[in-house]
């Protein structure tokens, strides 16, 4: 039996790209964790994207075990976070599963916005937190300036905050002896009945789900009758180990520990993260808080190029959903793109990295319609309808007012920049909250719809800064706005998959954008074509895609020449008038990745 004062539970947090695997990498060796040889860079983010990309997307686990200066022996359990926005559910429950916190700033490029979203959420959970300036082996370092900026920024006590390098390894083991000495360990019991916390699940091909979990009071054996109380079911207890980082089975987890528990359980719908489980002989009668459901903000549909490719993205998403609960999808026709799926996101990169991953890992080429948010139909009879997709919206005269998503950005840049930002957010029909300054930089609060963000605003933000600015947001809840639906019609036929939910505002200049591109993209035909864009039976744009000229009066000559040429025109006429009425215009896949590529370029 391990004793509790000598366990420290930590998550690892910071921005992207501020170096938290590579500090973990570092505490790792010097633990001794992994040999020599199984060291590898970034060894705890595991997929490839996660390693191309240089960016942690899952939060991961690993205890060591580390004799600190005075020879007392310890455990550490590490949680290493993601630090991108789209993934912050992840950061919330790692952090509910730990006492502490190892705050990373990189002291060449200073407090960022995701820093400081981290950073309150760990104070949110009551954590002691210990700040690392790392990278001080780059000439541009700047200690001093980071410093002052974590204290003014953040406004937590630099006097005891730690210099160190990830990469030369300079530094770590004084984080490491610091953690041991001003961490305070788990508050828990092992003589209690069994009380601990679902912190995570994934499915293995061989082993079925794997839970993680986080044992408040009691301890798990091997062989244990166990009940996870959101469900009521009861499980037995096959295996019960540890990430050292790699997994290794042991006899019991204690109170205070992190490990992994399997139970045979097949279907990752019966573990809820957060969920509580104790014995099933013996069960507590109240469970733990647990964790608020992550629900997908950002919603588009996914088609299949090759419809013959449909089984195989099926296939493939329902695979991925086995890993990433947070992401939803279901089936979706459109008679333009045909059969694929609505699917639901934490946010753009979240995504982004899905469609790679079901471009790579399942071969399957993609068609993405613009992305969209969810927003709250209100109706006459006062029934409030959640709406994902433009084409389910109600009739117009049915509703009394539609609320859209609003979320809380914080925009943290250099300040020769600050004026084109501002005006961005404006353009976005942003409100500005706050704003103030630590050294050069300004720190922006901006109060801005959903909807206006997940389009390009991201791009938009990074290409007017060279990449210098960065942005955090938060959902902050609904509010009414003047929204429509804008439908485009191609020879008077509605293409559903071109719909989308506009403010009134903007919809006419963007209808226009997307007549003009289809003009220019949509083959020409026999008869002529008209492309418009509605809302509800209004047309607010038009162009014309004019058909083919055949001249049918070269050979005509000679006597009543004038009225064989006016039958044959009047006959050709009927013809074009018919094949418009009948002829199906063949909308080509260019035309549709065209038009969704407008929202980026605009």
Known sequence: MSDIKRVRNFAIIAHIDHGKSTIADRMIQICGGLSKREMKE?????????????????????????????????????????????????????????????LIVDSSQGVEAQTLANVYQALDTNHHIIPVLNKIDLPASDVDKVKKQIEDVIGIETSKAISCSGKTGEGVEEILETIVSDLPSPQGDQKLKLKSLLVDSWYDSYLGVVILVRVIDGSIKKGMKVKLMSTNQEYEIEKVGVFTPKAKDIDELNSGEIGFIITGIKSLSE????????????????????????????????????????????????????????????????????????????????????????????????????PGVVYKVNKINNEIVDLQNPTSMPDPSQIKFIEEPWIKATIITPDEYLGSIIKICQDKRGIQKDLSYSGNRAVLVYELPLNEVVFDFYDRLKSITSGYASFDY????????????????????????????IHKEFAQTQGRLVCEKLKDLIPRHNFMIPIQAAIGGKIIARESIKGFKKDVLTKIHGGGA?????????????????????GRVEIPQEAFIGVLKINKET
């Open 271 to 370: 573990t809820k993260v957060g969920d509580t489980i104790c014995d099933s002989k013996d069960p507590i009668e109240k469970p733990l808080p647990g964790f608020k459901p992550s629900k997908p903000v950002v919603f588009c549909g996914l088609f299949p190029v090759d419809s013959s490719e449909y089984q195989r993205l099926k296939d493939g998403l329902g695979k991925l959903k086995l890993n990433d609960s947070s992401f939803s999808y279901e089936p979706e026709s459109s008679s333009a793109l045909g059969l694929g799926f609505r699917c639901g996101f934490l946010g753009l990169l979240h995504l982004e990295i899905i469609t790679q991953r079901l471009e790579r890992e399942f071969d399957i080429n993609l068609i993405t319609t613009t």
């Open 562 to 582: 004038r009225d064989r040429k006016r039958k044959l025109l009047e006959k050709q006429k009927k013809g074009k008038a018919r094949a418009k009425q009948f």
């Open 42 to 102: 970034q060894v705890l983010d595991s997929m490839d994207i996660e390693r191309e990309r240089g960016i942690t997307i899952k939060a991961q686990t690993v205890k060591l075990n580390y004799k600190s200066k005075d020879g007392k022996d310890y455990i550490l359990n590490i949680i290493d976070t993601p630090g991108h926005v789209d993934f912050s559910y992840e950061v919330s429950r790692s952090l509910l599963a730990c006492e502490g916190s190892v």
């Open 474 to 501: 938060e959902i902050t809840g609904y509010k009414e706005g003047n929204l429509v639906k804008l439908g485009i019609l191609v020879n008077n036929e509605p293409v559903d998959a071109l719909s989308m939910i």
